[in-house]
């Protein structure tokens, strides 16, 4: 069964500063999701990874999919407090097109 | 273009007791999913129809948890009887077909069960 986990759970930084959001998964996969969620609402889809090497970026985030180390990160640069949100990633299946399991999630907390 | 559509937003019921929620997708999206969001985790699959056909309910409590997408468009989501542990917050979300593009998610629907 596919596993993701998502570190670290919980990030805490100053306005200005980078950091990254790990997203690693247990099995094979060639396709990645990004979905943001601010509190009390629904998940926004940021990005869709489709093969080893992607790069996307929007903004002052970017995410990149490694299928071979089975990683994909989310990084974000000069972070600004409207970035503050809980940042999910989403493996899917190739043996099961349509299906995808989430890792639980990232609350960023951008200080001013 | 109108988004995933949910209702009701908001529902308390009693232990024992059954509800239904409702959700209407984006037009044209022949792919419809049902997640379970407890709080600090990510949605967990419940169920995933393509058209009218539930193609992936492996993770649907079937003893008591009921779906249906009659017309291959609206869908219903029904828990007969309610479990204080069913307290969640329950997403619809729906994409295109093909399983390469990302989902889009209602505003969903928190059960509380007392």
């Known amino acids: 069964e596919l596993k993701v986990e998502q570190n670290p759970l919980f990030l805490s930084m100053q306005e200005g500063k980078n950091y990254t959001i790990y997203c690693n998964y247990s099995?094979?996969?060639?396709?990645l999701y990004w979905y943001r969620q601010d509190p009390g609402k629904s998940l926004e889809s940021l990005f869709v990874?489709?093969?080893?090497?992607a790069v996307k970026q929007e903004g002052r985030l970017m995410a990149s999919l490694d299928t071979k180390a089975r990683l994909s990160t989310l990084h974000i640069t000069a972070a600004v407090h409207d970035l503050s949100a809980t940042y999910f990633c989403a493996v899917g299946y190739n043996t099961n097109a349509g299906k995808s399991t989430f890792g639980d999630g990232t609350t960023l907390t951008v200080k001013p | 273009e109108a988004g995933v559509v949910q209702s009701p937003r908001y529902k308390i019921i009693e232990k024992k007791q059954p509800v239904a929620f409702w959700c209407n997708p984006i037009?044209?999206?022949?792919?419809l999913y049902w997640y379970l969001q407890n709080l600090g985790q990510g949605p967990e699959l419940l169920i995933r129809?393509?058209?009218?056909?539930?193609?992936?309910d492996s993770q649907l409590p079937k003893d008591r948890f009921s779906a249906e997408r009659l017309k291959g468009v609206d869908s219903t989501l029904k828990i007969q009887p309610a479990e204080l542990g069913d307290s969640a917050v329950y997403l619809c979300?729906?994409?295109?077909?093909?399983?390469?593009?990302?989902?889009?998610f209602g505003q969903g629907t928190r059960l509380t069960v007392v």
């Open positions: 979300a729906s994409s295109e077909a093909g399983g390469n593009t990302e989902a889009f």
């Open positions: 037009s044209g999206h022949n792919t």
């Open positions: 099995t094979t996969s060639d396709r």
């Open positions: 990874l489709l093969s080893n090497g």
């Open positions: 129809y393509e058209n009218e056909e539930a193609v992936d």
